[in-house]
């Protein structure tokens, strides 16, 4: 069925380097794309979003990438810090199907010191 | 600017027991969401209310849950005659409420426990 999904369920890093985690879709009629972090025991935390009119959007130290041709959505984070360990959730608006947010599987970054 | 409150935190009951999960959206905000989150998986959308109004209960289960959201005070998710099966993390969600494609501020979620 149509999903949002995870291609590495796990992500481990050494502080100081530069994280990616990679997100697929499978429908192209997606709208708009979220990037969430969860911390154990939070609610998921907005990080940055894009719509699917953009290539790329930046944040403080974030960056998303969107490639609509093989409907694949990326997040950088340069310089990881330990306080960047979480797990991170791609989600996706389908304006056909509403406002609700369709979450992938997640990804745990783990950052060694 | 106080964010998405919910309470309580944590709730444990009984089997058959009912359950009345709070949330307070955002300042400012008048669509509420809610979601379950099962352990080391995704959210998964439940029910989407503007004050006194339902607008999509499509991910919610048809018997035993219900989802309000009054003209006044917080948006209500109960779930009644709870079983084992309904354990989970339920996290609450609010938006602007202007347009579509809006972005969502979530609350730090109710972790019910269902003995």
């Known amino acids: 069925g149509e999903s949002v999904g995870l291609h590495l369920p796990t992500l481990s890093v050494q502080e100081g380097d530069n994280s990616i985690i990679n997100c697929a879709y499978s429908?192209?009629?997606?709208?708009?794309f979220i990037w969430y972090k969860q911390e154990s025991g939070k609610g998921p935390q907005f990080i940055i979003d894009i719509r699917s009119n953009m290539d790329k959007r930046q944040g403080q130290r974030v960056t998303v990438l969107l490639n609509k041709t093989v409907k694949h959505l990326s997040l950088q984070i340069a310089a990881t810090q330990p306080g960047d360990s979480a797990v991170y959730f791609c989600?996706?608006?389908?304006?056909?199907?509403?406002?609700?947010?369709?979450f992938g599987g997640g990804t745990r970054l783990m950052v060694k010191p | 600017n106080a964010g998405v409150m919910q309470n309580p935190r944590h709730l444990v009951r009984r089997r058959g027991q009912e359950a009345r999960l709070r949330c307070s959206p955002m300042?400012?905000?008048?669509?509420v969401y809610w979601y379950r989150q099962l352990p080391e998986e995704g959210l998964k959308f439940m029910v989407y209310l503007q004050k006194e109004n339902i607008i999509d209960e499509s991910g919610m289960p048809k018997e035993r849950f219900s989802a309000e959201f009054p003209k006044e005070g917080p948006s209500i998710l109960r779930i009644q005659q709870v079983v084992r099966g309904d354990s989970a993390a339920y996290f609450c969600?609010?938006?602007?409420?202007?347009?579509?494609?809006?972005?969502?501020?979530f609350g730090p979620g109710t972790r019910l426990l269902v003995l």
């Open positions: 300042k400012g905000h008048s669509h």
């Open positions: 969600a609010s938006s602007v409420g202007t347009g579509r494609l809006e972005t969502q501020y």
């Open positions: 429908n192209s009629a997606s709208d708009y």
């Open positions: 989600a996706e608006i389908r304006s056909s199907a509403g406002n609700m947010l369709t």
